[in-house]
């Protein structure tokens, strides 16, 4: 029986790559952004629950030890006494107070009063801070909705690809269609053959790429996928497969990668 190999990108269009020994990892931080959109839909939910509920224990923290060095909690109930913040009782109350500062939801039992000159500052800043949290996670959280990952499970490729004489040519041809109303715009398909290679200075490169012509020179590679479509690469002596015979080609170990690129039309 043939030995089954393992893909280099599998039937889902993911690939089949695993980055270890990475070393400087710091440079995933750098590009935080992507890097939290990158990651899986469980792992962003808790960071975006975690960076809101740590942001609101942080400063409902610290009106909590200024009302606490004002003495505020020393003169609960005082009527002649005037608070920071009226009606803030202890941490609890000073969280919650964080979190109407913060969400903007407006103030009811609990409000600062003019008398703090530091409760003023730290209110500022809580605002201007809040602000830019929500547009950085709110903004993770609409690239991550808007990713159109999904779409190309309505993106069908035929079963098998075929060999056979078209117009006189022997040529590689499969076909795709489209099952969505919405099209792609501006699709264009490429192709690249993916096998083992040995160079004339005796290098091995495993993983040699290259590319399938699939019409980019005809302008073929550009589609209309209103109706499924057949994508023909012509076997000349430019085509990889120009120096693989018919009975040499089932015991090639080697791998074609198709890729359709394009927008999609409701984003």
Known sequence: AKRRIQRYVRKDGKCNVHHGNVRETYRYLTDIFTTLVDLKWRFNLLIFVMVYTVTWLFFGMIWWLIAYMRGDMDHIGDSTWTPCVSNLNGFVSAFLFSIETETTIGYGYRVITDKCPEGIILLLVQSV???????????????????????????????????????????????????????IVEASIRAKLIKSKQTKEGEFIPLNQTDINVGY??????????????????????SPFWEISKAQLPKEELEIVVILEGMVEAT
């Not at 098998?160 to 099952?179: E, P, Q, T, W, Y």
């Not at 005809?218 to 209309?224: A, E, K, P």
């Open 129 to 183: 801070l809040g602000s830019i949290v929500n547009a950085f996670m709110v903004g993770c959280m609409f690239v991550k909705i808007s990713q159109p990952k999904k779409r190309a499970e309505t993106l069908v490729f035929s079963t098998n690809a075929v060999i056979s004489m078209r117009d006189g040519k022997l040529c590689l041809m499969f076909r795709v269609g489209d099952l969505r109303n919405s099209h």
């Open 217 to 238: 020179y005809t302008g073929d590679d550009r589609l209309f996928l209103v109706s499924p479509l057949i994508i023909s690469h012509e076997i000349n002596q430019q």
